[in-house]
């Protein structure tokens, strides 16, 4: 009886770490989006640092990274996130599912911050 009792109350810290997990991952994802829409302004700092037909921030890897249309695959990510929600029965699953995904959205987001400051930061 004592084992049952440990497994529920894992289980229901699992399902909250779960829901913050995942409501992190929005949040992230949102601000990597922000970002994305925020292009002009970078575009605008570029070209004051860089000649008008450098790549934004003289990065092709930003400059393609950082195109509105890229949104369309965070979105798609956190699709993909809600439909395993409803897909994957394992809390344990679901949990690293959310955790390694929380670790892809916040890698993405701190390159495209290196690449946009970055140069900023050496040309000052």
Known sequence: MNDEIKIAKTLKLMRVLNIIILIFN????????????????????SNQLFSLEAPLMDSVMLDLLLRKSMAILVIIF???????????????HRFFINLAA????????????????SPVLSAT
């Open 78 to 92: 956190l699709v993909a996130l809600v439909y395993k929600e409803k897909k994957i029965k394992s809390v344990k």
């Open 26 to 45: 929005f949040l992230m994802a949102f601000g990597v989006i922000a970002i994305k829409f925020a292009r002009e302004t970078y575009v605008e700092i």
């Open 102 to 117: 929380f670790a892809v959205i916040t890698c993405y987001a701190s390159l495209l911050i290196y690449l946009i400051y």
